[in-house]
Nanobody
Framework: QLQLVESGGGLVQPGGSLRLSCAASGFTMDSYAIAWFRQAPGKEREGVSCTSTNNGKVYYLDSVKGRFTISRDNAKKTAYLQMNSLKPEDTGVYYC????????????????WGQGTQVTVSS
């Protein structure tokens, strides 16, 4: 059964760091793009970062460039999102998602999602 399970969220002060993990099962991870999305209360889900599989490219939302780093370990079937210099506006539920070969910033391009992990940035 295909499954994505996120972990690593929590409460952190502004300027702090968190590392999210996305454990995949039921499919060959290295054949698909893996993305991280987030959704804040009352807002639409937005793409934060993505790692494609065909060319190894990674993509970031402008507001997280230089602070977040996406990576993947296909052997461990796990993707990661290292988040540094966190800001209150980074607060939300973070989801990992599986798409096709290429990355997309649109949620409709991804057909499998994890249950999400809460990230709260507050003093």
């Amino acid at each position: 059964q295909l499954q994505l399970v996120e972990s690593g969220g929590g409460l952190v002060q502004p300027g702090g760091s968190l590392r999210l993990s996305c454990a995949a099962s039921g499919f060959t991870m290295d054949s698909y793009a893996i993305a991280w999305f987030r959704q804040a209360p009352g807002k639409e889900r937005e793409g934060v970062s993505c790692t494609s599989t065909n060319n190894g490219k990674v993509y970031y939302l402008d507001s997280v460039k230089g602070r977040f780093t996406i990576s993947r370990d296909n052997a461990k079937k796990t993707a990661y999102l290292q988040m540094n210099s966190l800001k209150p506006e980074d607060t939300g539920v973070y989801y990992c998602a599986r798409g096709g070969i290429f990355c997309s910033g649109q949620a409709y391009a991804y057909n499998y999602w994890g249950q999400g992990t809460q990230v709260t940035v507050s003093s």
